[in-house]
């Protein structure tokens, strides 16, 4: 079995959880959606930030994404996940996968409450804007998810996945 933490970064409503929950079950590794360890331990992401305020939303995201990565498996983190120092510093040691997708595809993936940060296409491209060179300093691996079908983009990560170990065990 493959000993890799692969993390899924990148903006909402790319496909980070959908991805990462089939690549994982391509690789037989356990998944992890830190969002969804966040609602399971805390409700739902929109009550948190309105009652709670987004700082006690990113604290309780850092400790659901430090205990999804000391374990190996495939691991889906929120969009914002990578804006806290810490993580920046342990996804260093991981394999991390960046989702990109363009602005004409996620109309219909955005509709719906549950993204307190996301409430349009502007906030979603003004949030991009802003995040978009710290993802790609982050990733060791680009994947656009906007047209091909899930399938495709599962094997060509898993594929990257497998030669980087491969390679790695040769050296
Ligand atoms: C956020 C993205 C959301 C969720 C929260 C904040 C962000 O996750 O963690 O609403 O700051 O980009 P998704 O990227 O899965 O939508």
Redesign the pocket.
Known sequence: MLTVTIVLI?????G??RVGKRLAKRLRLPFVD??AV?VSHHGP??AI?AELGEPH?RML?RQAVEEALSEPGVV??????V?HPDTQNDLVDASVVLLTVKPEAIAARIANA?????TDLESWKR?VAQ?SSLYASLADYTADTSSRPIDAIVEEIAHWIETRNTEEGQR
């Open positions: 990148g903006p909402p409503a790319a980070k959880t830190t969002d966040i992401i929109p930030f939303f995201e889906s983190v929120g969009g914002g996940a804006l549950k993204r307190p940060l996301v949030l995040r």
